[in-house]
């Protein structure tokens, strides 16, 4: 049965939160039962924030990660910080400048996210969609289309077209 624990993380103002309402809304829509939670600290914009998110196709017990299997960490400071409980064997979905060490506990999956998103599309703002994209596109937890769909539900009005363009290109960096 599926249930997955997973800790998205990032810096403040990266969209971490909105990645996780995303994600969490998509696996409801897609038939599981979903949890979501948040935390960042009190310099909010520039400091380590995490989303957390379980995904189960049965009932959720306890409303917390305690072990992900799963951390994606889009900056330095964030991998550091929430790296500790990962559970072995877990997934690490990194963007390529997190400099990683001991790599052979988990599997890793470095992404050019921020590379992408500030050169490519130069739009910093959709960080968290290309992650998203890049994030499922290894994990399969969620059909893409729920995610598109979960997408439009929550991205600001007039910016559909560069969030989808942004998620498909995170896809595509896999």
């Given at each position: 049965?599926?249930?997955k624990e997973i800790r998205l993380s990032g810096s403040g103002g990266q969209g971490i939160i909105l990645m996780g309402i995303i994600l969490a809304e998509a696996a409801i829509m897609n038939g599981d039962n979903a949890i979501q939670s948040q935390s960042y600290g009190p310099e909010a914009?520039?400091?380590a924030s995490r989303a957390e998110v379980i995904i189960s196709e049965g009932e959720i017990d306890f409303p917390k990660v305690r072990k992900p299997d799963i951390l994606l960490s889009l900056t330095q400071e964030a991998f550091n910080k929430y790296i500790v409980d990962l559970k072995d064997?877990?997934?690490?979905?990194?963007?390529d400048k997190v400099k990683i060490e001991d790599s052979d506990k988990f599997q890793l999956y470095q992404v050019p996210i921020m590379s992408t998103?500030?050169?490519v599309l130069k739009k910093p703002m959709v960080a968290n969609i290309v992650a998203l994209g890049a994030f499922n596109k290894i994990t399969k937890l969620v059909d893409e289309e729920m995610l598109r769909k979960a997408i439009l539900n929550r991205v600001p009005k007039g910016t559909e077209d560069l969030n989808i363009?942004?998620?498909n290109m995170g896809i595509g960096l896999v």
């Open positions: 049965m599926k249930y914009r520039g400091g064997g877990g997934i690490v979905i990194a963007d998103t500030n050169d363009k942004a998620f």
